[in-house]
């Protein structure tokens, strides 16, 4: 009978090797996946982490750019202006005082402008046609009258030489350049047979301004223009310079030009036209600069708390988590937030307080609407006009709960009795107040104490804008008091300080700064995001970045023990083969003499 193939202890199957490649595959991946995907799991959460965190620091960065406008000053300065007639415009720089003024524009500032009473056929039309040279003086009505009001000064006057065969062109040219801007020279075309004319402008405006000619040989002698015989012309005026004249609140102001900007400390006034009429203008403060910063800071506000909200969930019913659900500084961030924003000031307010709108109701009842508000979800409503409101009501107060408050106590030092009763004089360097010297007085033996505790008030007083220091009278009227108001040191000092009365020594002011909203979170902002080792996003940026790190390495060192170990198994895999190999060419045989015998016996 014949014997069928069979496997020896079925590691062959009709002669075939079960020690394949594809064995070892497999049990590879059983491998990796028990030893590597762990790994690779907590590694995609890490990443993860890294991409939300990443997106955490930007909508911190909005929140804190959006936080910062009302940290600063600068947004409360903001300041808008409204003009009743097109006279004028105003413009008023950021911390002008709130207020309102009447302007009349009454003469328009002008420039001195003249023509050549002299036409010529075309540009290159000779100017001088003499053989001697001539010199055109130009002279400013400003240096006229200041030489005819002074012996001793020298008339001024810009003086062009034409030379012989000079053209129109270049008389043009050499008295532009010769003025250096202070004067423009065209050529005009006036039309007629002659139709060139020299048109001459100064740039300035004002009445000093105006524009005089003359004409002289090369012997310096004055030539009247009106002799045809010696190629002289006159300049007629096209438009006589003046000074502008308008009223300020009923008062009559005069400048040499149309902007005035020394009128109103930080204002400026653009004279239009004139005109009857007073414009009426009104310097305020930019609401709507605020409320739009404002809406800005809320919009970064819920943008962020949304995004916490989403990177720290946790849905109970698909146990779905954020990133950093359970992570106590994520967590805690939307929470510190609201208590700074809703908490109450070291006056005891507010934002509820202060930035609210109370209105009755058609049955008289009292209702109030807030600037800000929290909706279900968590997000904050903001109510611009409720805000607006508040700020015009009590502008101050507000700035002082957003921003904060610095509280300064000027310095002050208070004299003794100055002394009578004799002759005393004092020579500058006998007393110093902040390291300048202050002198030339004297106490007269005639004057009370009182009148020589005068005469020390009004020496300090005239040094006060070099040492920032003032004296006032003290409450009996014999001492001085030295004060300021910006609470920088007083410090006195010399050799003769006691014997005018003075005390010897350094007086200080205090400074108190009360930290408001907005500054308070900034600092907060700041210490999250800020660019500090120890600031929360570098220090969770650290930690994932090693966790990356750590996670990386026992991946590869698995893989290494994996590799290692597969490549040990292929080499003892590739010998069974060969021994298998050989035991099934040895079964094979005795396979064959088994059949041989089976078929003689049969």
């Known amino acids: 009978m014949a014997v069928g193939s069979v496997s020896m202890l079925g590691v062959s199957l009709s002669g075939q090797s079960a020690l394949t490649a594809d064995l070892i595959d497999q049990l590879r991946e059983a491998d990796k996946s028990v030893m590597i995907k762990p790994f690779e799991t907590q590694l995609t959460t890490v990443y993860q982490k890294q991409e939300d965190q990443k997106k955490l620091v930007t909508a911190l960065d909005s929140f804190r750019s959006a936080v910062s406008a009302f940290s600063s000053g600068s947004s409360y300065l903001k300041r808008s202006v409204s003009v009743s007639s097109d006279s004028v415009s105003v413009s008023a720089n950021d911390g002008v005082d709130i207020q309102s003024m009447t302007l009349q524009v009454t003469?328009?500032?002008?420039?001195?402008?003249?023509?050549s009473d002299k036409g010529f056929a075309n540009e290159n039309d000779t100017v001088n046609a003499g053989i001697s040279p001539l010199t055109l003086k130009i002279i400013r009505k400003g240096d006229?009258?200041?030489?005819d009001n002074d012996e001793t000064t020298t008339l001024?006057?810009?003086?062009?030489?034409?030379?012989?065969g000079m053209t129109l062109s270049e008389l043009r040219d050499a008295i532009n350049e010769a003025s250096d801007g202070t004067l423009s020279a065209t050529i005009l075309n006036v039309g007629g047979s002659d139709p060139y004319s020299l048109v001459v402008k100064s740039a300035k405006t004002g009445a000093a301004e105006e524009l005089s000619f003359a004409w002289s040989d090369e012997n310096g002698v004055a030539i009247d223009p009106d002799d045809n015989t010696n190629n002289a012309f006159k300049f007629n005026p096209v438009q006589e310079a003046q000074d502008a004249q308008f009223t300020y609140n009923g008062m009559?102001?005069?400048?040499?030009?149309?902007?005035?900007?020394?009128?109103i400390s930080g204002v400026t006034i653009e004279l239009k036209k004139e005109d009857t009429n007073v414009a009426n203008v009104s310097i305020s403060r930019d609401l709507s600069?605020?409320?739009?910063?404002?809406?800005?800071?809320?919009?970064?506000?819920?943008e962020l708390t949304t995004y916490l909200s989403e990177i720290t969930k946790y849905d109970t019913e698909t146990s779905e988590r954020g990133s950093f659900q359970g992570d106590s500084r994520i967590n805690s961030i939307r929470g510190d937030i609201n208590k700074i924003l809703f908490a109450n000031n070291e006056d005891g307010k507010n934002i509820m307080d202060l930035l609210t709108r109370t209105s009755l109701d058609i049955e008289g009842n009292e209702s109030s609407a807030f600037a800000f508000s929290l909706a279900e979800n968590g997000s904050l409503i903001f109510d611009q006009r409720t805000f607006e409101y508040a700020l015009e009501q009590d502008p101050e107060g507000i700035e002082r709960l957003l921003r904060g408050v610095t509280d300064v106590t000027g310095a002050?030092?208070?004299?003794?009795?100055?002394?009578?009763?004799?002759?005393?004089?004092f020579y500058l360097g006998d007393v110093y107040i902040n390291g300048v010297a202050i002198g030339d007085f004297s106490y007269k033996a005639g004057d009370s104490a009182a009148q020589n505790a005068q005469a020390l008030m009004a020496a300090i007083n005239q040094k006060t804008s070099e040492t920032g220091v003032s004296a006032r009278i003290g409450g009996l009227g014999d001492n001085v008091i030295l004060y300021n108001s910006t609470g920088d040191t007083i410090e006195v000092k010399g050799t003769r300080a006691e014997e005018a009365g003075l005390p010897i020594g350094s007086f200080s002011g205090t400074t108190t700064t009360k930290?408001?909203?907005?500054?308070?979170?900034?600092?907060?902002?700041d210490k999250l995001n800020g660019y500090w080792e120890d600031a929360t996003m570098t220090l969770i940026n650290s930690q994932l970045t090693s966790e990356v790190t750590s996670l990386t390495d026992s991946i590869q060192k698995a893989l290494d023990r994996i590799n290692a170990k597969y490549e040990v198994m292929t080499t003892q895999f590739a010998?069974?083969?060969?021994?298998?190999?050989?035991?099934?060419?040895?079964?094979?045989?005795?396979?064959q003499m088994i059949e041989q015998a089976a078929n003689a016996n049969s």
Request: a negative charge; charged letters at 20%.
């Open 107 to 115: 003469q328009m500032a002008r420039n001195s402008v003249a023509q």
């Open 252 to 263: 009559t102001i005069q400048r040499t030009t149309n902007t005035i900007s020394d009128l």
């Open 412 to 425: 002050s030092a208070v004299g003794k009795s100055v002394p009578s009763g004799s002759d005393v004089d």
């Open 575 to 591: 010998s069974y083969n060969a021994l298998i190999s050989k035991y099934e060419a040895s079964f094979t045989a005795i396979q």
């Open 515 to 525: 930290d408001g909203i907005f500054t308070k979170l900034d600092s907060y902002v």
């Open 156 to 164: 001024k006057s810009l003086d062009i030489e034409i030379k012989s």
């Open 144 to 147: 006229q009258d200041a030489f």
């Open 289 to 302: 600069s605020l409320s739009e910063q404002m809406q800005a800071f809320v919009d970064s506000y819920n």
